[in-house]
């Protein structure tokens, strides 16, 4: 599976949009952009994924770059219940169903007030 | 639709004792993920059943676990005997099957084991 990077951290003021970057360069054809969140003392959440078309869900946007090679997760209005570490990952899509997620260190978005 | 729900949400042990964790998935779901973070580290990728049968088990870290899925609905993993550094907080996730766009995994709150 294609290696991802993101930052470490980001801040972003409440109500106002978050968009976190994440790198992947080394994408092939088939793989899948996914992201998942962890807030404080729960399980990663799915929030969206795609292949190469931009997608948008009742949670986020997700803006895939052309050559694919990188991808912003966007949240429009960011709430304090949205400060979570985020964390972008990359999946071969035509596997049969199996998908091991391999976890980074994400990005700690924190929203403040 | 119920969610994924692990049992229980907390444990406490001492080394050298016996612990089994369980994990129901969500109903229909062929595919049942066991992850865990220890102290400090990422989250890492344990094992992977496709109803009953393991069909990945190379993060599991030694032969003091074990997996089971018996029947293909909910899982166990059991430690024994457990040491200080199995501490940390173990997932599980399911998932519903072979459809590349219905692959996402949804996680349960987790299991916290403490080993002392």
């Known amino acids: 599976d294609a290696k991802t990077t993101q930052p470490p951290s980001m801040d972003c003021a409440e109500g106002r949009a978050a968009n976190l970057p994440c790198n992947h360069s080394t994408i092939s054809g088939n793989e899948y952009v996914y992201w998942y969140r962890q807030i404080h003392s729960q399980g990663p959440q799915y929030i969206i994924h795609g292949l190469k078309n931009n997608e948008t869900n009742e949670m986020a946007s997700l803006i895939i770059t052309e050559d694919r090679k990188s991808s912003t997760l966007i949240l429009p209005h960011a709430t304090l219940r949205d400060t979570a570490v985020y964390y972008c990952i990359v999946l071969w899509g035509f596997s049969g169903g199996y998908n091991k997620l391999i976890f980074g260190a994400g990005t700690r978005l924190a929203v403040h007030p | 639709e119920a969610g994924v729900t692990q049992f229980p949400s907390h444990s406490v042990i001492e080394k050298g004792q016996t612990v089994t964790l369980r994990c129901d998935p969500i109903s229909g779901h062929d595919n049942l993920y066991w992850y865990r973070r220890v102290m400090g580290k990422e989250i890492k990728f344990l094992l992977h059943f496709v109803k009953e049968s393991k069909q990945d088990e190379s993060g599991m870290p030694n032969n003091r676990f074990l997996a089971e899925r018996t029947g293909g609905t909910y899982s166990t993993l059991k430690v024994q005997p457990a040491e200080l550094e199995d501490s940390g907080v173990y997932f599980c996730?399911?998932?519903?099957?072979?459809?590349?766009?219905?692959?996402?995994?949804?996680f349960g709150p987790g299991t916290r084991l403490t080993v002392l």
């Open positions: 996730a399911s998932s519903q099957g072979r459809d590349p766009l219905r692959n996402e995994q949804f």
